[in-house]
């Protein structure tokens, strides 16, 4: 349980969805206006007090390597670099591992047993002589899922839970719990969760919440990122104009610039606001050089985005999947095969090789720049802006609009050159348009509605034994996860592009309400012997999905303001999710906890299973049971769900589409290809402009005339 600076009781917890998505909306088209009259043109005064700005413009340098050298590599392993930063992060997980399974099973009866498994696991007869360097000791990865604030929130409680560092955890949560953790990745609101704790010298949540009412504070979100200056006009100029002058400087050292630029410069003062101008020259690369990363104090960050095929729009299963890590950037998937220096992304390469070795450039990977492009969700208002709420002549301004960003690709994140070009690792039957154009384009990482960011979890080369996942995704109308990220992260391995990855069995997204699976937490993958017919035996999954508590947690993604009451309650909510509120629906959490974690190794290692263990794995595990009955309206998957077709063993379930059940067909996923080449002319390599309209001028006072309702 939290203490002093998290709870905060609460009344009424009665919010307006509907007024939110009209407020924050909105404000999303005055942040496009503000991108059009601003940064695109370029024509406004320049303020020539702004020097700080050319920090955030990319530089050239000489090549601090031997020539002929690539920077890019065949996606075969886990770098070197990784390799040996994860021996030294062993020297802090593995005795963390110990405290907590030793606490964990502290009621269990078999003192014997216990023992026995504490030594096995550690090689350790006491935790006073662990070897650190054991391969027994299970691996521990946690996932925050997408979300905008609501995730990032909600997924703070959750860490606030498990971080020892936290007041009371380890007597009233899971504290060291992330101690153990050797990695942890997000997805959009996830990803500024874990990008704004590890680039502020990997800071606990507890620290932030204690000075919550400090000046410049992390996470003060009592302001939009549209008007941070509240009432105060001359604030909020200056903040955009400070944003402009950035956005000029890079564009202006010979780089394109989209919105992703804007957005993530907007963001980075809430993320950063000690450093100048948020960050204006923090780079993602300078992590590895910080000491909390290189002593392996803190688990291996991962963002995560999609890549967009050049002439393409919708994003689906056979997106291909990047990582960005503070080593690397790239993708396992065979669609692209290879991972490049994330130093030197801005580097006119080919297959790797930088084509002038006195022009390597530097300073690409601004960190927030990273954060905003797992981020990237434009374009998703245009494929979905008329599902929306907003009136119909908003609607149609917002598409025309959106319609000509998307048209010159303002819409997604944009790297170029291209620092994938001419790459030679894509598997070939797959379409080679990433490599051969001179643009990457990438959007937010859960386009692909794979809104946990599994995939660079779950890959063999990693050998995580559990995967803590945090679901904060908006799957229904009401705002609460169905459990469609996994389904979709399991259908993935059955396609080409996922087919070296493995996931555990789960139900359909019916099933998974219907049985309230979505509203508590519960285990996927619980008996490695089921698991076989997969391509390796993959990590359990403990599936913690948001879920109201103390607060109604089911926020607008598109909320860009919360007090300081409400970041709190939304804390303690999170907290209480991973708790199981506060172990008050089940003294027992903490216990089964301990047994999902040593799960894997004690299937490998053949050791004995606690009587509790048992008993922890009939209550949380998911046992192949279907409930596939059609759901209410408002709380059907707004994204398409998916029904199973029960064959007699739920670890042998057919996925079918809702189309493909209404016909009377089953559809075997591993008969289906996904493999999709650019089903659009190649796209032609261009400046990115976007002409300035005067109705610009009208829909900015319009916006918030209409905030305003």
Request: with cysteine.
């Amino acid at each position: 349980m939290l203490y002093d600076t998290i709870i905060v009781p609460i009344n009424n917890h009665t919010l307006s969805y509907f007024k939110f998505e009209r407020f924050t909306v909105t404000h999303l088209f005055f942040l496009i206006i503000i991108f059009n009259l601003y940064f695109v043109q370029g024509k406004h005064e320049k303020n020539q007090n702004n020097n700080d700005a050319t920090g955030y413009a990319p530089r050239k340098i000489h090549c601090d390597f031997p020539e002929n050298v690539s920077l890019v590599r065949e996606a075969s392993s886990i770098s070197t670099n990784e390799s040996r930063w994860l021996k030294q992060r062993k020297k802090i997980t593995v005795p963390a591992l110990y405290d907590f399974l030793e606490r964990s099973m502290t009621s269990f009866k078999n003192k014997e047993e216990v023992s026995l498994i504490l030594e096995t696991l550690f090689n350790a007869r006491s935790k006073d002589h662990i070897d650190t360097e054991t391969l027994s000791s299970p691996q521990i990865g946690v996932a925050i899922s997408g979300g905008g604030y609501r995730s990032m929130l909600t997924g703070a409680g959750v860490l606030a839970a498990m971080d020892a560092r936290t007041k009371d955890s380890v007597t009233h949560g899971l504290g060291g719990l992330l101690q153990a953790t050797s990695y942890i990745a997000g997805i959009s609101g996830g990803n500024w969760l874990v990008g704004s704790l590890a680039w502020n010298n990997w800071t606990s949540v507890q620290s932030i919440l204690d000075n919550m009412h400090v000046e410049d504070s992390i996470w003060d979100l009592d302001d939009s990122i549209i008007s941070p200056g509240g009432l105060n006009i001359i604030k909020t100029a200056q903040r955009w104009d400070h944003i402009s002058g950035a956005i000029d400087a890079k564009r202006d050292a010979g780089f394109e610039t989209s919105l992703t630029d804007v957005w993530g410069r907007a963001l980075s003062y809430h993320f950063f606001p000690k450093l100048n101008r948020g960050g204006i020259d923090y780079t993602w690369s300078s992590l590895r050089e910080s000491n909390v990363f290189r002593n392996g104090e803190m688990p291996f960050p991962i963002s995560v985005a999609d890549g967009r095929y050049p002439g393409t729009k919708v994003i689906n299963l056979n997106a291909t999947i990047f990582e960005f890590n503070p080593f690397e950037m790239g993708s396992w998937d065979p669609s692209l095969n290879a991972f490049i220096d994330v130093k030197y992304i801005g580097t006119n390469v080919s297959n790797g090789i930088p084509d002038n070795i006195n022009s390597c450039v530097v300073n690409y990977d601004n960190t927030a720049f990273v954060l905003g492009t797992s981020a990237t969700l434009f374009n998703q208002f245009l494929l979905r802006i008329n599902s929306t709420k907003m009136p119909r002549f908003i609607r149609r301004l917002g598409t025309h609009i959106l319609k000509g960003i998307s048209q010159d690709f303002n819409d997604v994140a944009v790297y170029h050159p291209n620092p994938f070009k001419d790459t030679k690792f894509v598997e070939t039957n797959f379409t080679t348009s990433i490599t051969e154009s001179d643009f990457l384009f990438l959007v937010d990482g859960g386009e692909d509605d794979e809104n946990i960011p599994f995939v660079p979890l779950v890959q063999r080369d990693r050998n995580l034994d559990i995967i803590f996942a945090v679901d904060s995704s908006a799957d229904m109308e009401i705002q609460w996860p169905d459990g469609s990220s996994l389904v979709h992260t399991y259908e993935r391995q059955f396609v080409h592009q996922g087919k070296q990855m493995a996931f555990p069995y789960v139900p359909d997204t019916n099933t998974f309400v219907n049985l309230g699976l979505n509203k508590r937490p519960t285990f996927f993958g619980c008996d490695g012997q089921n698991l076989t017919s997969l391509k390796y035996i993959p990590p359990l999954i403990v599936y913690l999905p948001n879920s109201e508590y103390s607060f109604n947690s089911n926020q607008s993604a598109f909320k860009l303001s919360y007090t300081e009451r409400q970041r709190r309650e939304m804390i303690q909510n999170g907290f209480e999710i991973a708790t199981r509120n506060n172990f008050t629906d089940d003294p027992d959490f903490l216990g089964c906890i301990g047994c999902a974690i040593m799960r894997r190794k004690q299937e490998s290692l053949s050791l004995p299973w606690p009587q509790e263990c048992e008993a922890c794995f009939i209550n949380y595990c998911w046992d192949g049971t279907l409930d596939i009955k059609e759901l209410p309206d408002y709380m059907k998957d707004v994204h398409g769900s998916f029904i199973y077709e029960n064959n007699g063993d739920g670890n042998n379930t057919t996925v079918v589409t809702e189309s493909e059940l209404v016909n009377g067909r089953t559809l075997l996923l591993s008969d289906i290809s996904y493999l999709r080449k650019s089903n659009s002319k190649t796209v032609k390599e261009k400046q990115i402009k976007i002409n300035l309209k005067i109705i610009f001028l009208l829909i900015c006072a319009l916006t918030f005339l209409i905030s305003l309702i």
